[in-house]
């Protein structure tokens, strides 16, 4: 049995995550924050990967990468970084393809800290950079915690973006869904079916270590 | 001294007003704003604390806070605040609250000393009561040693026993560490007890300014009615004997027997009546 495909799968989405919440952590602070008239653009611009088809998003991520855009070419002829058919190309697709899912909640989490606490902690001198990290965060533990888990679950479920991007190179780009996805269409079905029973369950852990935690904090903290 | 000179328009639930507002406020005074809910109280309070924006001035011992649009950072005033709803940080201890403001171990004990909280140093708010949470909430403004200290609506939401203890250690804190305290306060009982001048705003205006026996004392006309009171202060004035009392939310003098001021004690509940037979009725 060759899980190859399972260690591509974790190592993007890990990436994923991380890169997603260096991104979202401002975006959504701001979000959190603003009065802006432009506020809900910019909501409606971050949820589109939520409800486009990822053919469509898929689509227009090759188009965009590829050498024969300018941000395919700046990027192949200057830091001679190919950005289609390979794992940096789906690092990035993936980025774009979960953003929601790290944006909203941690904006929900940031929204419903107690905006006094916040002024309290300017007033007591501190930076709004400080304040974000040792007054906030620490206050919004479950909110951070379901971003990061949901995203990298959700890069780890994706499958037409990474298809469409990445294609199917063993070692490289074949993550797990897709190489369900080759097994069923080869009629290996015992290969699909101990992968998928794998899938299944890692997600199950995740998700109830996820709630399970969640209700832990939000008994501790009374809510 | 502080000096204040402000314009805003505030967006209230009567629609737009403007609040305009000028004041002169000494260093060491206790100041009670007082008025109506929707007044602009908390609002001013949030402009001298730089936690909103305003136009006009606010000079602050011949430093400007603001002048015209340039504005000192809400970090670089020296001021504490204390918010109604204490808005203490939940992911730190009692200690640790104030030791984030401000990394004084010294002051930090001596000010949990004086406000009874040693014990609790190590428990995180959620596991305190109101008036500690309170307590802990007038320390933290207090360790920036701030020129300002500003309170909103502090005791509103506790006990009136509590409200006691908590005022008398207001007081205390506000000799002890010298500081100019501006408190919005609906509670004539409060404001007796601890300001030495109420200023009452009514539709972002100032309508009222002077010490809290001129503004809140209402004796003129006498009723032949039976009020519930609080007796606040007995005072003997050569051969008589002249009680304070709260009732509801004003506040009255009159004059008691040597045997009555005997037998009563500050802080109890009594029943006033009078006869009138010339009643006087003065319209609203």
Same mark, same amino acid.
């Given at each position: 049995m060759n899980y190859e495909p399972f260690v591509i799968s974790f190592k993007l989405a890990a990436l994923t995550a991380f890169i997603l919440f260096c991104i979202a952590l401002p975006l959504s602070w701001y979000l959190s924050q603003t009065k802006s008239r432009i506020k809900p653009f910019l909501e409606a611009l971050t949820a589109l990967p939520i409800v486009l088809p990822p053919s469509v998003l898929g689509f227009y991520l090759l188009w965009a990468l590829s050498y024969n855009s300018p941000i395919g070419h700046f990027f192949e002829e200057?830091?001679?970084? @190919?950005? %289609?058919?390979?794992f940096t190309g789906l690092v990035v697709a993936s980025c774009f393809y979960s953003l929601p899912f790290m944006v909203q909640p941690l904006q929900n989490g940031f929204e419903s800290i107690n905006k006094n606490m916040l002024e309290a902690s300017y007033i007591a001198g501190k930076s709004k950079l400080q304040t974000i990290f040792f007054v906030a965060l620490p206050n919004m533990k479950p909110a951070v915690l379901t971003a990061l888990i949901v995203t990298f679950a959700h890069t780890v479920g994706e499958f037409g973006v990474v298809l469409m %991007?990445?294609?199917?190179?063993?070692?490289?780009? @074949? %993550?797990a869904s897709v190489a369900i996805y080759e097994m069923v269409e080869n009629m290996d079905y015992t290969a699909a079916h101990i992968y998928s029973a794998i899938m299944v369950g890692l997600s199950f852990v995740v998700l109830l270590s996820v709630y399970i935690f969640n209700a832990r904090q939000n008994r501790r903290f009374g809510l | 001294m502080i000096e204040l000179a402000i314009n805003k328009m505030l967006h209230g639930a009567q629609g737009a007003m403007p609040l305009h507002v000028n004041l002169n406020i000494e260093e060491g005074e206790f100041v009670a704003l007082s008025g109506?809910?929707?007044?602009?109280k908390t609002t001013l309070l949030r402009i001298l604390a730089g936690l909103e924006e305003a136009e006009g001035e606010i000079k602050v011992d011949n430093k400007f806070w603001l002048k015209n649009t340039k504005s000192l950072p809400v970090q670089k005033r020296e001021i504490g605040f204390v918010f109604q709803d204490y808005? =203490?940080?939940?992911?730190?201890?009692v200690e640790k609250n104030l030791l984030f403001v401000s990394n004084d171990k010294a002051l930090a004990e001596k000010l949990l000393e004086l406000t009874e909280l040693t014990e609790l140093?190590?428990?995180? #708010?959620?596991? =305190?009561?109101g008036g500690q949470k309170q307590r802990v909430s007038i320390c933290r403004a207090l360790m920036k040693r701030p020129k300002i200290l500003l309170l909103d609506? #502090?005791?509103?939401? =506790?006990?009136p026993a509590m409200r006691t203890t908590l005022q008398n250690e207001l007081l205390m804190l506000h000799k002890e560490f010298g500081t100019t305290t501006i408190m919005v306060s609906h509670d004539p009982s409060e404001i007796y007890r601890l300001a030495n001048r109420v200023i009452v705003l009514q539709n972002g205006q100032i309508i009222n300014d002077g010490s809290p026996k001129e503004i809140l004392l209402k004796t003129q006309g006498s009723q032949k009615f039976s009020f519930e009171g609080e007796l606040l202060e007995i005072k003997k004035i050569d051969v008589i004997y002249i009680a304070t009392v709260a009732i509801g939310q004003q506040l009255v003098e009159v004059v008691i027997s040597s045997k009555e001021a005997k037998n009563l004690q500050i802080g109890q509940s009594i029943r006033l009546s009078t006869k009138a037979f010339t009643p006087i009725v003065t319209q609203n």
């Open positions: 200057t830091f001679g970084v @190919k950005l %289609v058919f390979s %991007v990445g294609g199917s190179i063993p070692g490289e780009t @074949k %993550v | 109506k809910s929707g007044s602009g808005a =203490l940080f939940e992911n730190m201890s140093k190590n428990r995180y #708010p959620n596991s =305190l009561s609506e #502090p005791l509103s939401a =506790l006990d």
